[in-house]
């Protein structure tokens, strides 16, 4: 049988009530779950945001922009040296026309 110097070593090696009151229990650790759950992102959570199609759709409008506004720019250079001489130009019609010039 049991002695009791058995008794008083396996009360020292097994965990009483009170010491396992130190350790979680199965709620303690369901809430820690859900506060877990919480870190994490979810698909859903990713939905509202920008995926690598509407980052690429959005370039190419972008692209499609700068093009049309390089041409654009093209087409003023060229007028360039009317858009400069216009000043000298609008002198020589109002000369021309006998027109009193603007006073600004």
């Known amino acids: 049988m049991i002695t ?3 008794v008083t ?3 020292k090696t097994f965990a009483t009530k009170d010491d396992l009151k130190k350790f979680a229990t199965k709620d303690d650790l369901k809430a820690l779950e859900a ?3 919480k870190k994490f992102t979810t698909k859903d959570d990713l939905k509202i945001y920008a995926t ?3 980052m690429i759709d959005f370039k190419d409008t972008i692209l499609h922009e700068i093009k049309g506004l390089r041409e654009e ?3 003023v250079i060229g007028y360039k040296d ?3 001489d216009i000043d000298y130009r609008v002198e020589r019609l109002e000369k021309h026309t006998k027109i009193p ?3 600004l």
């Open 73 to 75: 720019v093209t087409i």
């Open 4 to 6: 009791d110097a058995d």
């Open 82 to 84: 009317q858009i400069e």
């Open 52 to 54: 690598k199609n509407d």
């Open 9 to 11: 070593k396996l009360k």
């Open 35 to 37: 506060r877990q759950d």
């Open 101 to 103: 010039p603007i006073a």
